[in-house]
Nanobody, 121 residues
Framework: QVQLVESGGGLVQPGGSLRLSCAASGSIYSINAMGWYRQAPGEERELVAEITSGGSTNYADSVKGRFIISRDNAKNTVYLQMNSLKPEDTAVYYC???????????????WGKGTLVTVSS
């Protein structure tokens, strides 16, 4: 069993900042890529940012220059620093991790339950 738990969502005014965190726990041998996705009402889930175990990053064009993804491999935690937030960033943000399970070495595509970010004045 592997669990991902997100935190840090909430209500923020346009132009403000929020920092999301996602901690993975359970039967983890190692974690490959970790990432953040989001889903706005009536829209499909989309990739926001991802980071490899080595620290290489990839961002959606819509958040480049505003969001920063980082991770702490010792804590199995990934972060998303969101700056200059816009109303169109309003969505449920989901954490994702490509986990290698301890003992079996199976790979699991794991998801958190999501945290709501609302950007509004």
């Amino acid at each position: 069993q592997v669990q991902l738990v997100e935190s840090g969502g909430g209500l923020v005014q346009p132009g403000g900042s929020l920092r999301l965190s996602c901690a993975a726990s359970g039967s983890i041998y190692s974690i490959n890529a970790m990432g953040w996705y989001r889903q706005a009402p009536g829209e499909e889930r989309e990739l926001v940012a991802e980071i490899t175990s080595g620290g290489s990053t990839n961002y959606a064009d819509s958040v480049k220059g505003r969001f920063i993804i980082s991770r702490d491999n010792a804590k199995n935690t990934v972060y998303l620093q969101m700056n200059s937030l816009k109303p169109e960033d309003t969505a449920v943000y989901y954490c994702n991790a490509d986990v290698v399970v301890r003992l079996t070495y199976y790979r699991m595509d794991c998801w958190g339950k999501g945290t709501l970010v609302t950007v509004s004045s």
